[in-house]
Structure formats: structure tokens, C-alpha cells
């Protein structure tokens, strides 16, 4: 997997806006980038209305962030 490749729809893009990391069992960080696209489908997603589509959402993402790990 590239350095610009999205952790949600994993395709290779050029304009990632959003760069996160999150820790894992090991105390190392996994970052995770999100493209323009992917980003605006999570700004959409209320974090408290509709917790369970958000979490759905990033849980993807973090799986996907493990499997093709950037470690930060």
C-alpha cells in the first residue's frame, strides 16, 4: 500500500485531508489517512445520533489502517 492510499476506500489518492493515529496493545501508534471523499461520508456520520454508524465506520478504518500499517 502507497503513502497516499485512504485506510477507508483504499484507493491511491493524492488529496488526504485528514491524518490520524490511534494506539494499539503494544503502546505503538497506527496512523490512518482518510481521503477528500471519505472524509466528507464521516463529517456527515453525527457522533451522537447515530454513534453506531460512526463507530461502524471507523472500526473499518482502523482495520484497515492494521493491516497496512504506518506506524507514527
Do not use: W
Request: proline content about 3%.
Amino acid at each position: 500500500m502507497s503513502q497516499d492510499t485512504c485506510h477507508c476506500c483504499l484507493k491511491s489518492e493524492k488529496d488526504i485531508v485528514i491524518n490520524g493515529q490511534f494506539r494499539i496493545k503494544n503502546g505503538k501508534y497506527v496512523c490512518y489517512k482518510l481521503c477528500v471523499d471519505c472524509a466528507r461520508e464521516l463529517s456527515r456520520i453525527n457522533p451522537y445520533s447515530d454513534r453506531k454508524a460512526r463507530e461502524a465506520f471507523l472500526t473499518e478504518v482502523q482495520k484497515n489502517a492494521k493491516k497496512n500499517p504506518t506506524y507514527g
